[in-house]
């Protein structure tokens, strides 16, 4: 077993484990934390695979700004600890835990006899040069330059568009 | 490298317990939550493949993923914020206005 392969395997469970206690925590604050080990495991994932600017995106982008604003507005609104859809009818949790395994079974058996990695010759000296930020920044600003742009315009309209819904309405 | 496959394995899994969470949680945050962790499975089938074909444009379309997710949390919950302060609550079941 190689050092890659352990990584993947620790990385892996640590995600998975996190995804699953994170929809079944019942306080908000809890599954926020749960999701933002989630996030770094799959940083952790994300260098397995030579994608290094992605990994450190991934932290900063989402474990850093979008989990401090989800944090920061669980805790301005302090929502009581929800009443579970489970409790007038406790056979719906094993409905629903039934239908997962269902659908999960079904695009696994699509994966494994599609068998993807048999048309790849994967190039581990190509898949490092692709994840530098050397080789995604050349290509966002020359091939990907305007949707960069938009991007930026999409998030410029998002800021004033949650300034103006979450800013208080005054009376006339 | 690893096969490709135990990759996407793990992003399906992730996949379905985001589903799974939409479907059966009443904290509308949670739920946010919930849409956050499958895209970011998403994210980690479209690295896998860009690594795996040694070609950068599935890690940047990652990049873009996460402006949207970023524009679609800010919005969110400044939509749950404004929610929360006409009906107080965030319960997704007494948020039924448009409910036919």
Request: aromatic share 12%; proline share 3%; no cysteine.
């Given at each position: 077993?190689s050092?890659?392969?352990i990584?993947?395997?620790?990385f ?7 995804a ?9 604050i809890?599954a926020?934390l ?6 770094a ?7 397995t695979l030579?994608?290094q ?12 700004a ?6 920061f507005?669980i805790?301005?609104?302090r929502?009581s600890d929800?009443?579970?859809?489970f ?11 039934f239908?997962?395994v ?15 990695s ?15 930020i ?7 600003y ?10 930026a ?13 979450a ?6 | 490298m ?7 394995s793990?992003?399906a ?13 009443r ?29 950068p444009?599935?890690?940047?379309f990652?990049?873009?993923v ?8 800010a ?11 006409n ?14």
């Amino acid at each position: 077993m190689s050092l890659n392969f352990i990584l993947f395997l620790i990385f892996a469970f640590i995600a998975a484990t996190s995804a699953v206690l994170m929809i079944t925590r019942k306080s908000a604050i809890i599954a926020a934390l749960f999701l933002i080990l989630n996030f770094a495991a799959l940083s952790g994932l994300y260098l397995t695979l030579n994608a290094q600017f992605i990994a450190v995106v991934q932290v900063i982008v989402y474990a850093g700004a979008i989990m401090v604003l989800f944090l920061f507005v669980i805790m301005l609104l302090r929502p009581s600890d929800e009443q579970s859809i489970f409790d007038d009818n406790p056979k719906l949790k094993w409905l629903a835990t039934f239908v997962g395994v269902l659908v999960f079974a079904q695009i696994l058996a699509i994966i494994f006899i599609g068998r993807p990695s048999d048309g790849l010759t994967p190039d581990l000296q190509r898949s490092i040069e692709v994840g530098t930020i050397e080789a995604i920044g050349r290509e966002l600003y020359t091939t990907y330059l305007i949707p960069f742009q938009s991007a930026a315009f999409l998030l410029l309209a998002a800021t004033i568009g949650a300034l103006i819904l979450a800013k208080k309405k005054l009376e006339d | 490298m690893i096969p490709i496959e135990y990759y996407l394995s793990l992003s399906a899994f992730m996949f379905i317990v985001g589903v799974v969470g939409v479907l059966t949680r009443r904290n509308a945050i949670i739920v946010f939550m919930s849409i956050e962790l499958m895209l970011n499975s998403a994210n980690l089938t479209l690295v896998a493949f860009s690594s795996y074909l040694g070609n950068p444009i599935g890690q940047i379309f990652v990049f873009f993923v996460m402006t949207v997710a970023a524009a679609e949390a800010a919005i969110g919950l400044a939509i749950i914020i404004s929610l929360f302060r006409n009906k107080k609550t965030v319960n997704i079941d007494e948020i039924n206005i448009l409910k036919w």
